[in-house]
Nanobody
Framework: QVQLAESGGGLVQIGDSLRLSCTASGRTVSRGSMAWFRQAPGKEREFVAS????????YYADSVKGRFTISRDNAKNTVFLQMNSLKPEDTAVYSCAASNTIYYDAQLAARDQSYFYWGQGTQVTVSS
């Protein structure tokens, strides 16, 4: 079994930055794609960003493109989400997800059904 643990969330002001981390334990999942999703109160879970094993491609939701950067360190089984220029609409619980499949198709990379392993999430609140 694989466990994913997120960290780095918190309460910030508009325009601030945060860096989220997600570390996998149990066994390596570095051979597949990893992703970040988020869910705001009263809303459905939405895709944020995804990255395949080699890190040679990245996929982003339009709402975060240019502000967020996803990266990974396979040696540490960790994926990161650097979030800059945060806005109140970025407030949500951010969860990481992992798959044993590598996605180079943007639509597949953005589907939550593409990922089998999920973390519990970390709260990000952007105060106005």
């Amino acid at each position: 079994q694989v466990q994913l643990a997120e960290s780095g969330g918190g309460l910030v002001q508009i325009g601030d930055s945060l860096r989220l981390s997600c570390t996998a334990s149990g066994r390596t999942v570095s051979r597949g794609s990893m992703a970040w999703f988020r869910q705001a109160p009263g809303k459905e879970r939405e895709f944020v960003a995804s990255i395949p094993r080699n890190g040679d491609a990245t996929y982003y939701a339009d709402s975060v493109k240019g502000r967020f950067t996803i990266s990974r360190d396979n040696a540490k089984n960790t994926v990161f989400l650097q979030m800059n220029s945060l806005k109140p609409e970025d407030t949500a619980v951010y969860s990481c997800a992992a798959s044993n499949t590598i996605y180079y198709d943007a639509q597949l990379a953005a589907r939550d059904q593409s990922y089998f392993y999920w973390g519990q999430g970390t709260q990000v609140t952007v105060s106005s």
